[in-house]
């Protein structure tokens, strides 16, 4: 009669160990969801159309560091200290 009750226990453990290692590792970190909001607000400050298609490489290459600086400065705000 205690056969059961234990292998019904080790059988839950064993199937919520994995699905609760998933959870825990599926979150990102508070400074990787930053990052990522300050990535989104900057594509969306210096959006292009049609994605750059034609775009001459000088004016591609100085949106991009736009962005990049954009990123730099919204992650130093968010710094704390």
């Known amino acids: 009669m205690r056969v059961l009750p234990l292998s019904a226990l080790a059988l839950a453990v064993m199937i919520a160990a994995p ?5 825990q590792g599926a979150a990102p970190s508070a400074r990787e969801a930053r990052k990522a909001a300050c990535q989104q ?41």
């Not at 699905?19 to 959870?23: C, G, I, R, S, T």
């Open 19 to 23: 699905v609760l290692a998933q959870e």
């Open 41 to 81: 607000e900057a594509n969306l400050i210096y959006r292009t159309s049609s994605r750059g298609i034609g775009m001459a490489e000088d004016t591609r290459s100085q949106i991009i560091a736009a962005r990049r600086a954009h990123v730099r400065e919204c992650m130093a705000k968010a710094a704390p200290g």
